[in-house]
């Protein structure tokens, strides 16, 4: 046997023979029915989003603040210790300009998807949100922003519920040297 690998050649399908019956077909609509269950940390989470706050969880042995937040510390393996409120502003960590939305339509105003690290967490902890109300030109790492958010009638208990994040006017600050909480 050569060093080469095998074709495996198939049987071709005829329109001929998929109209006289020949193939096996079948066509149904299949029932998805799911239910989702958040959990305690997103369940939370979304609740005080309705409400129009963030909060986060704290583990005192690492002494992370993490938001989203978890029941459970990835760092030091234990259970997380309480619930913090942390704030709804904070600074670009990254971004990107999108010229294609979501459903595949070109933009001539890109949208700007970007993760903020929050005020009151800890560094590096933070959303993927999207800024408004900002020139593209204008967006940096390190520009500081804040939540601008749905009226209250209108959240849902959704990330939506914040709209967008605004630029903080002339500040700026390096990534990652957020203040830890108290």
């Not at 149904?28 to 269950?37: G, T």
């Amino acid at each position: 046997m050569s060093g080469e690998p095998r074709t495996v050649r198939g049987t071709p399908l005829e329109l001929a023979d998929l109209k006289k019956g020949k193939v096996f077909t079948t066509a149904y609509v299949p029932k998805i029915q799911y239910a989702w269950d958040t959990g305690v940390a997103i369940g939370r989470y979304l609740e005080e989003l309705k409400n129009g706050r963030l909060i986060a969880r704290r583990c005192q042995r690492c002494q992370r603040t993490m938001v989203p937040p978890r029941m459970f510390c990835e760092r030091c393996f234990r259970s997380t210790d309480e619930w913090v409120y942390v704030q709804d502003t904070g600074t670009v960590n990254t971004f990107s300009l999108c010229y294609v939305s979501w459903d595949v339509r070109r933009l001539k105003t890109p949208e700007i998807p970007a993760v903020i690290e929050i005020d009151g967490a800890s560094p590096g902890m933070g959303i993927m949100h999207v800024l408004g109300k900002v020139n593209p030109k204008q967006v940096r790492v390190g520009m500081r922003v804040r939540a601008v958010w749905k009226p209250p009638p209108q959240r849902t208990g959704s990330i939506t519920d914040i709209l967008y994040f605004a630029p903080i006017k002339g500040k700026t600050t390096k990534v990652g040297t957020a203040k830890k909480p108290r």
